[in-house]
């Protein structure tokens, strides 16, 4: 069956960097396209990155709030996508989901603090 396996988070001071993957079996991954999301408390689910299948030119598209600081990519011999965040901000405090669409990982926390 189809799964995905996010790990990566952790806790990390602002200004600081991790990077978030996103292990994907059950399916032909290179053929699809990815997203991560997150989920805060009180906030609306956020779109934060998407990248398309080498097919569909492996574009990457990012929410206006990472802008320049996150960077999507995938490997697709490792079935896996990934996801480097630098200069995190407290905001970016939340737990991070990768989909393909319609398949969701469980999620992995990222904490930004001091």
């Known amino acids: 069956q189809v799964q995905l396996v996010e790990s990566g988070g952790g806790l990390v001071q602002p200004g600081g960097s991790l990077r978030l993957s996103c292990a994907a079996s059950g399916f032909t991954f290179s053929w699809f396209g990815m997203s991560w999301y997150r989920q805060s408390p009180g906030k609306e689910r956020e779109l934060v990155a998407t990248?398309?299948?080498?097919?569909?030119?492996?574009?990457?598209r990012y929410a206006d709030s990472v802008k320049g600081r996150f960077t999507i990519s995938r490997d697709n011999a490792k079935n896996t996508v990934y996801l480097q965040m630098n200069s995190l901000k407290p905001e970016d405090t939340a737990v991070y989901v990768c989909?393909?669409?319609?398949?969701w990982g469980q999620g992995t926390q990222v904490t930004v603090s001091s």
């Open positions: 989909t393909t669409g319609r398949a």
């Open positions: 990248i398309s299948s080498d097919a569909d030119g492996g574009n990457t």
